[in-house]
């Protein structure tokens, strides 16, 4: 079982719905942060949290430590936000940084 | 502010040679931190420099290799390459050292390598 588990693996959905992706870890964390990787590589750091929630323009992120969730919630979502979205770990124990594998988002027009 | 550069953006190359990538990271950032990533394993964390001082690594055989310079330019070389090192090498400048603690990170382009 990998260490970071992302759900859904895959989404589709149409421009306007309100998105959500969810980010489950089995270590002890430090920090967990949420990016953003568009066609053709390029990364983009969304949020850090290691605790409670932070919203940035549509975007929205929350963190659950007892639980070891997160969730990326997307309101209103637009075609632009077509991208994957990964959730990385820092461990505490022995500064070990773990990837989940993405979560490929495509928003229909 | 120009942002993280790499260089070069495309490589290709053959088994058994060795490679050296650049990464420059955002003027005043002292740490930079390098990753693979592969359609099968994903992103995984390689190293981080700070202060030309290694600081984290990642579970990766000693082919793989750093080093950053004084003015923060970082370098990561792979020696004897293997079909497996074909993916993108990432790299990402943040002000700080353990910089999943405390920043976000910025991340360049990042360099796609083909070992044929």
């Known amino acids: 079982k990998n260490e970071v588990e992302q759900s859904p693996q895959n989404l589709t959905a149409q421009e306007g719905e309100f998105i959500t992706i969810n980010c489950s870890y089995s270590?002890?964390?430090?920090?967990l942060h949420w990016l953003q990787q568009h066609p053709g590589g390029g990364i983009v750091s969304l949020f850090m949290?290691?605790?409670g929630k932070k919203k940035h323009g549509r975007l929205i992120a929350t963190i659950n430590i007892q639980e070891k969730h997160s969730s990326l919630h997307i309101t209103a979502s637009h075609p632009r936000d077509s991208a994957v979205y990964i959730c990385?770990?820092?461990?505490?124990?022995?500064?070990?940084?773990?990837f989940g594998k993405g979560t490929r988002l495509h928003i229909l027009p | 502010k120009a942002g993280v550069t790499q260089t070069p953006r495309y490589l290709i190359k053959t088994r058994g040679q060795q490679v050296t990538l650049s990464c420059s990271p955002i003027?005043?950032?002292?740490?930079v931190s390098w990753y693979q990533q592969t359609p099968g394993q994903g992103l995984q964390f390689l190293f981080e420099?700070?202060?030309?001082?290694?600081?984290n690594k990642g579970n990766f055989p000693g082919r793989f290799s750093g080093r950053q310079f004084s003015n923060s330019r970082s370098e990561m070389n792979v020696s004897t390459l293997e079909l497996g090192d074909s993916a993108l090498y990432l790299c990402?400048?943040?002000?700080?050292?353990?910089?999943?603690?405390?920043?976000?990170?910025?991340f360049g382009p990042g360099t796609r390598l083909t070992v044929l």
């Open positions: 949290l290691s605790s």
């Open positions: 990402a400048s943040s002000p700080t050292a353990r910089t999943y603690l405390y920043n976000e990170q910025f």
């Open positions: 270590v002890g964390i430090s920090a």
């Open positions: 420099y700070f202060s030309e001082t290694q600081r």
């Open positions: 990385a770990v820092f461990g505490n124990r022995d500064d070990k940084i773990i």
């Open positions: 003027s005043g950032h002292r740490s």
